[in-house]
């Protein structure tokens, strides 16, 4: 059984440029949270994605959007980059009916390196 | 911004003692979890307490929550040095589409 699948695993990209990054929930889950965890805190909330639609998103610019395909995989776009944009991106599966309350499947994250 | 805040924010111990984490958070929430992160990498769920209980055990795993202090806390009975990771606490205020709240996370090192 597939557990959370994320590409790439790391990523070097230019100030100003922009980055697709994916993730394929575990099987079975329908619902998709995306994270970014800067060195040495803990992971902050960006949005999450339900029948392809975004139900909540955190503290963050519109630089930040995303996309749920009827497969439930999921991407995060971060348009115009900055340098703070550096950090470890993690996705996260649940199923939704469960409403969170059996605890999410985290992917081992993409490191996301802005130069 | 953190709702949760984990103490002590490093813990060195010996393997086979104990290992103790606390997590204060400030909101109502309607459960708590606690992750493991080893080396930077994906979280692993160990535990959720909903705020109707007050302890769960799994394994060598013991948690407490306090909803009117706000706060709960994590043992480890017997470390084994392949417990060495960052361990996170993290609430859920409605019904799971506001996502997670982390604190910063407590580092554990078992020493051989």
């Known amino acids: 059984d597939a557990g959370v699948t994320q590409s790439p695993t790391h990523l070097i990209e230019t100030r100003g440029q922009q980055v697709t990054l994916r993730c394929s929930p575990k099987s079975g889950h329908d619902t998709v949270s995306w994270y970014q965890q800067a060195l040495g805190q803990g992971p902050q909330f960006i949005f999450q994605?339900?029948?392809?639609?975004?139900?909540q998103r955190g503290n963050f610019p519109d630089r930040f959007s995303g996309h749920q395909f009827p497969n439930y995989s999921s991407e995060l776009n971060v348009n115009a980059l900055l340098l703070g944009d550096s950090a470890l991106y993690l996705c996260?599966?649940?199923?939704?009916?469960?409403?969170?309350?059996?605890?999410?499947?985290f992917g081992s994250g993409t490191r996301l390196t802005v130069v | 911004s953190q709702q949760g805040e984990e103490d002590p924010q490093a813990l060195s111990i010996q393997e086979g003692e104990n290992a103790t984490m606390n997590c204060s958070y400030k909101t109502s929430i309607n459960n708590l979890q606690w992750y493991r992160q080893n080396s930077g990498r994906g979280l692993v769920h160990l535990i959720l307490?909903?705020?109707?209980?007050r302890e769960k055990h799994s394994g060598r795993l013991r948690v407490t929550l306090d909803t009117s202090k706000k706060s709960s806390s994590l043992l480890i009975t017997a470390s084994r040095a392949a417990d060495t990771a960052s361990y996170f606490c993290?609430?859920?205020?409605?019904?799971?589409?506001?996502?997670?709240?982390f604190g910063k996370g407590t580092h554990l090192i078992i020493q051989p």
């Open positions: 993290a609430t859920m205020l409605g019904g799971g589409a506001d996502g997670l709240t």
């Open positions: 994605y339900y029948e392809e639609e975004e139900r």
């Open positions: 307490i909903r705020s109707n209980e």
């Open positions: 996260a599966s649940s199923l939704a009916i469960t409403g969170g309350n059996h605890g999410y499947t």
